[in-house]
């Protein structure tokens, strides 16, 4: 079973409560920036400041001994956690968890005890020169992520900061209405590759296909952006699973998982 902070049926209502970092953990979490070698002007280091955006004072308690809290030049707040530190070749929706099919679609459920937050609200973003952060944000999906798919082999990316699916309207990028299939921006790098038949295992970083057999089959690739929202929740069909039976095998764990709230 999972967590309650795991899959809410209903977002808004069983978000995790919104905490107020205390002034002192905010303090100390402030970096100092290093003083002047000269008289000439230097910019200060991201500091985390008293009155932070309210997406980032809704899970600054619960991620700060996870991870570090950085401010990036246009892209604004972020999170980023430790184990990117420790592995470069980290990815969100890859590493330290599995993919279960339910009513809700294709939810990533995560191995990690922070997990209930990054991989189900907000957005991730690839930083050349730190990699990977998290932008906070509010609404709860199965999973923020794009597809893409051919032959018997399925992909997916993180949704990047500015793709939001509005109900009744589809996607938009950075505020304009765009079409079900858009990139988003997003290049073959972002992307994590799988056999179907590994589709649903744990571990699943293991099973990832090498980078040059992704570059080999990235652009016959067809783009899958199937989301909706049912009953006030985001549901992310993502490949589907009609073929299920078909492609990814009577395994236990692709019987469709009903997700429980409250």
Not at 144 to 160: E, F, I, Q
Not at 189 to 214: K, T
Request: aromatic residues 18%; hydrophobic residues 45%.
């Amino acid at each position: 079973a999972l967590g309650p902070h795991e899959a809410p049926n209903q977002p808004a209502q069983y978000a995790p409560a919104p905490t107020e970092p205390a002034p002192a953990a905010a303090e100390a979490a402030a970096p100092t920036p290093a003083p002047a070698p000269t008289a000439q002007a230097v910019t200060p280091a991201p500091a985390y400041v008293a009155s932070p955006p309210e997406d980032v004072t809704y899970f600054y308690n619960d991620l700060a001994p996870y991870g570090t809290w950085v401010s990036l030049a246009g892209v604004g707040w972020c999170w980023q956690p430790t184990v990117v530190v420790v592995n470069r070749g980290w990815r969100p929706y890859c590493h330290g968890g599995n993919w279960v099919y339910t009513d809700a679609g294709w939810f990533w459920r995560s191995d990690y005890s922070w997990g209930w937050a990054p991989f189900h609200y907000g957005r991730w973003y690839m930083d050349a020169s730190c990699g990977w952060v998290w932008v906070p944000g509010r609404v709860w999906a199965p999973a923020w992520v794009t597809w893409r798919s051919v032959g018997t082999t399925c992909g997916w990316a993180p949704l990047p900061p500015g793709a939001d699916f509005v109900a009744g309207i589809g996607w938009r990028y950075n505020g304009f209405a765009v079409a079900a299939n858009f990139t988003f921006g997003l290049g073959v790098d972002a992307f994590a590759f799988v056999s179907f038949n590994n589709f649903c295992a744990n571990n699943l970083s293991y099973h990832c296909l090498p980078p040059a057999h992704v570059r080999g089959i990235y652009h016959q690739t067809t783009i899958i952006n199937n989301f909706a929202v049912v009953n006030n929740v985001y549901v992310n069909r993502g490949i589907g699973f009609s073929a299920a039976p078909i492609r990814f095998g009577s395994r236990p764990e692709l019987t469709l998982f009903r997700l429980r709230g409250g």
